[in-house]
């Protein structure tokens, strides 16, 4: 039983490099999210999605994209990585209006 | 986007003291949750509040949930140093969105 599963966990990237964090999770969950964690700070909501075709804005979307092209993964893509990038970030999962199952983490520096 | 303000954002108290924090916004939710993390690792759930007025007791633990469904509060018996951590809560807004606070860091000393 898996359930969310995040790579990389560590990754460092050059300025104006791109990559893909991946998402997977084995729960059939609807709803995906990603968060990013500055140190010692709460989470900030990057993009969600509630299924399969379907994604949203959360509150710091610039600089990032998602697909959902199955209801299983959720790669989250960065473009021309800045050092304001760098940060944990958190994949989650949950059903409907129910509790959120986290990810270890991907910890990214952009250098 | 709606924010949720939490405080206080560090507290650092003794074993066996009591403790409360708050989770504040301007608008309502449909629910609220409030989080535990430990370093290295994600948030793991404590409780969901989804009723105005509503009172949830873990052990130690007391969730009040706002009569408005816009502030919530987590109320700590008798700290313990297990209880070292950053407290998360978390909003829902209308359409599944689930945005957090700030966190509070508890650091409890025996």
Not at chain 1, 29 to 44: A, E, F, S, T, V
Not at chain 2, 47 to 60: F, Y
Request: contains cysteine; neutral net charge.
């Amino acid at each position: 039983n898996a359930g969310v599963t995040q790579t990389p966990k560590f990754r460092i990237l050059k300025i104006g490099q791109s990559m893909t964090l991946q998402c997977t999770q084995d729960m059939n969950h609807n709803y995906m999210y990603w968060y990013r964690q500055d140190p010692g700070m709460g989470l900030k909501l990057i993009y969600y999605s509630v299924g399969a075709g379907i994604t949203d804005k959360g509150e710091v979307p610039n600089g990032y994209n998602v697909s959902r092209s199955t209801t299983e993964d959720f790669p989250l893509r960065l473009e021309l990585a800045a050092p304001s990038q760098t940060s944990v970030y958190f994949c989650a999962s949950r059903r409907v209006a129910g509790e959120l199952f986290f990810g270890e983490g991907s910890r990214l520096t952009v250098l | 986007t709606q924010l949720l303000e939490q405080s206080p954002q560090f507290l650092s108290i003794q074993e066996g003291e009591n403790l409360t924090v708050y989770c504040n916004s301007s608008s309502v939710f449909s629910s609220l949750q409030w989080y535990r993390q430990e370093p290295g690792e994600g948030p793991v759930l404590l409780v969901t509040v989804v009723t105005g007025g509503e009172v949830k007791k873990l052990k130690r633990l007391t969730f009040q949930f706002g009569d408005a469904r816009k502030d919530s509060s987590l109320h700590i018996t008798a700290a313990q140093p297990g209880d070292t951590g950053l407290y998360l809560c978390a909003g829902e807004e209308y359409g599944n969105k689930l945005v957090f606070g700030a966190g509070t860091i508890l650091r409890v000393k025996s």
